[in-house]
């Protein structure tokens, strides 16, 4: 029963991190974009599948409260440089999960 926990937790701590990881590239294409750095929350619903959903605000709290996200009204989210240098080095160290 207990390793149970300890790997639902582990389970839920990598699902999170893929939610987070799969979130900070989206904002970072849309950084890119002609259209500007800002993606709206439903923008950004609409493109997760089935999975992410239930860590989705979850993940986008833990993304605001970390400063890599950055979200003034509520409504719309722009990634930040330290969302763009902590994806970079997300994606250098790939931690396997």
Do not use: W
Not at 31 to 46: K, M, R, V
Not at 71 to 77: A, K, M, Q, Y
């Amino acid at each position: 029963m207990i390793m149970d926990k300890i790997s639902n937790s582990q389970d839920e701590t990598g699902a999170l991190y893929n939610v987070e990881n799969y979130i900070l590239n989206k904002l970072l294409a849309q950084h890119a974009t002609a259209d500007g750095p800002l993606i709206n929350f439903s923008e950004l619903t609409d493109s997760i599948d089935s999975t992410m959903s239930p860590l989705f605000d979850q993940a986008i709290e833990d993304l605001i409260a970390q400063s890599l996200v950055h979200c003034e009204d509520g409504e719309n989210f722009q990634i930040t440089q330290d969302g763009i240098n902590e994806l970079e080095t997300r994606k250098r160290e790939a931690i396997p999960l």
